[in-house]
C-alpha cells in the first residue's frame, strides 16, 4: 500500500530493580505516556523476568530505546543492576530493536544543562521544561530518555531538531561525533 507512513515511537527506559521508569514518546498522540514497573517482594530470577516482560511489552514496536547507562561510582548493587542491565539490553536485541545508551551525566546535561546535576534538578527540568505532572525521579529520567531517543534518531535522519547547545552536544556524544 503505497503512501503508508509508519508512525514513529520513542521509548526511554531508566531500569531500576525496584522501580524502573519508562516512558513513551508517539506520533500517534500528543500526550507522552509513562510509568514504572514495581516487581515488589520478587527477588533474584522472578524479578528479573518481572521487569523483562513488562520493559518488553513497552518496547515494543519502538523506532528507538534510550537506556540509561550505568552509573560507575555506585557502590551497592551495581552486580545486579548490571544483570537487569544485560538482560534488558539482550531481550532487545533479541527482538530487533534498536537502543542507545545514555550515560548518566550526558542525560542531566541534556536536561538541565549540567552534566553534574542532580537528580531533582532532572525532576524539576522535566516539570518546566517537558510539562511531566508527576514526581518521580524514574519516569522522569525515562520522559527525558525518549527525547533523547527521538533527537537521537532525528539528527541520524538529517531532520531539524530545535535544542540548544548543551542539548546538541549531548546527542552528539551519544552519535560518538
Given at each position: 500500500?503505497?503512501?503508508?507512513?509508519?508512525?514513529?515511537?520513542f521509548?526511554?527506559?531508566?531500569?531500576?530493580?525496584?522501580s524502573?521508569?519508562?516512558?513513551?514518546?508517539?506520533?500517534?498522540?500528543?500526550?507522552?505516556?509513562?510509568?514504572r514497573?514495581?516487581?515488589?517482594?520478587?527477588?533474584?530470577?522472578?524479578?528479573?523476568?518481572?521487569?523483562?516482560?513488562?520493559?518488553?511489552?513497552?518496547?515494543?514496536?519502538?523506532?528507538?530505546?534510550?537506556?540509561?547507562?550505568?552509573?560507575?561510582?555506585?557502590?551497592?548493587?551495581?552486580?545486579?543492576?548490571?544483570?537487569?542491565?544485560g538482560?534488558?539490553?539482550?531481550?532487545?536485541?533479541?527482538?530487533?530493536?534498536?537502543?542507545?545508551?545514555?550515560?548518566?551525566?550526558?542525560?542531566?546535561?541534556?536536561?538541565?544543562?549540567?552534566?553534574?546535576?542532580?537528580?531533582?534538578?532532572?525532576?524539576?527540568?522535566?516539570?518546566?521544561?517537558?510539562?511531566?505532572?508527576?514526581?518521580?525521579?524514574?519516569?522522569?529520567?525515562?520522559?527525558?530518555?525518549?527525547?533523547?531517543?527521538?533527537?537521537?534518531?532525528?539528527?541520524?535522519?538529517?531532520?531539524?531538531?530545535?535544542?540548544?547547545?548543551?542539548?546538541?552536544?549531548?546527542?552528539?556524544k551519544?552519535?560518538?561525533?
Open positions: 500500500m503505497a503512501g503508508l507512513t509508519t508512525l514513529r515511537r521509548v526511554g527506559l531508566d531500569l531500576s530493580l525496584t524502573t521508569g519508562w516512558a513513551v514518546l508517539s506520533e500517534a498522540t500528543s500526550t507522552p505516556s509513562y510509568g514497573v514495581r516487581p515488589g517482594k520478587l527477588r533474584g530470577e522472578e524479578r528479573l523476568v518481572r521487569i523483562r516482560t513488562d520493559v518488553m511489552a513497552v518496547a515494543q514496536a519502538s523506532t528507538l530505546v534510550a537506556i540509561e547507562g550505568y552509573a560507575f561510582g555506585a557502590r551497592q548493587g551495581r552486580e545486579v543492576l548490571g544483570e537487569l542491565g538482560v534488558i539490553r539482550v531481550a532487545l536485541h533479541e527482538a530487533g530493536t534498536p537502543f542507545i545508551v545514555v550515560a548518566p551525566p550526558t542525560l542531566k546535561k541534556l536536561a538541565t544543562g549540567k552534566g553534574n546535576a542532580p537528580k531533582e534538578a532532572v525532576l524539576a527540568a522535566a516539570i518546566r521544561k517537558l510539562g511531566y505532572p508527576g514526581s518521580s525521579n524514574d519516569e522522569a529520567d525515562a520522559l527525558w530518555l525518549a527525547h533523547m531517543a527521538r533527537a537521537v534518531y532525528m539528527v541520524q535522519q538529517g531532520e531539524d531538531v530545535p535544542l540548544t547547545n548543551p542539548q546538541m552536544a549531548a546527542i552528539r551519544v552519535l560518538n561525533v
